[in-house]
């Protein structure tokens, strides 16, 4: 069974640019989240995608986007970069329906110069 | 608004011993609570977690233990292992909000030999 992956592992981008973050969910599993993780601090919510629907979201704004695909893997935009967007950003995968643990990818650093 | 808080951010325990990470939260919606264990340039790795409708969940060395009135709960480990050193985060859930986790900033837990 093969856990949850994600690309690319770091990412150097500079202010003003776009940036496009991929993230195959586990095996079976159909609800993908996102999560921006700055340092010392703990995740934080960006939005939940089942079944290519979005179904929650967290308080970040519209230039935060995202797709999920019919095989259920993911994708994390973020338009017009700022320097505070650089972050560890978590994929997690989890079956849906159910309030169950979810499984994390290794993350993406992104570092926004 | 920090809805899931712990307030430590360090704890350092002897190899053996009980190590105990404590977590506060602000929202009573909160129905599901979970624990997860991160190493550095890893994801969050599941632990253990708890019903609202419970007050105790063990599974092998890692005890939770939830209590509503006050709002807290606690992750303890025993026996403390050399292996337990890492972050250790708490995050809670509500079924209101299809079950998007709300993280703490984490507790570094250090075992020392």
């Known amino acids: 069974e093969t856990g949850v992956t994600q690309s690319p592992t770091h990412l150097i981008k500079t202010r003003g640019q776009q940036v496009t973050l991929r993230c195959s969910s586990q095996s079976g599993h159909n609800t993908v989240s996102w999560y921006q993780q700055a340092l010392g601090q703990g995740p934080q919510f960006i939005f939940q995608?089942?079944?290519?629907?979005?179904?929650g979201r967290g308080n970040f704004p519209p230039r935060f986007s995202g797709l999920q695909f019919p095989n259920y893997s993911s994708e994390l935009n973020v338009n017009a970069l700022e320097l505070d967007d650089s972050a560890l950003y978590l994929c997690a995968s989890r079956p849906g329906g159910l309030n169950n643990e979810q499984f994390f990818g290794p993350g993406t650093r992104l570092t926004v110069l | 608004d920090q809805q899931v808080k712990q307030n430590s951010p360090s704890l350092s325990v002897q190899e053996g011993r009980i190590s105990i990470l404590n977590c506060d939260y602000t929202?009573?919606?909160?129905?599901?609570f979970l624990w997860y264990k991160k190493y550095p340039a890893e994801g969050p790795t599941f632990l253990i977690s708890?019903?609202?409708i419970k007050d105790k969940n063990e599974d092998g060395r890692f005890t939770v233990f939830l209590n509503k009135s006050a709002k807290h709960l606690s992750l303890h480990i025993v026996p403390s292992q050399p292996g337990d050193s890492a972050v250790y985060f708490c995050a809670a859930s509500a079924a209101d909000s299809n079950y998007q986790l709300i993280w703490g900033a984490g507790t570094k837990l250090i075992i020392k030999p």
């Open positions: 929202n009573s919606m909160f129905d599901y």
């Open positions: 708890i019903s609202s």
């Open positions: 995608y089942y079944r290519e629907e979005e179904n």
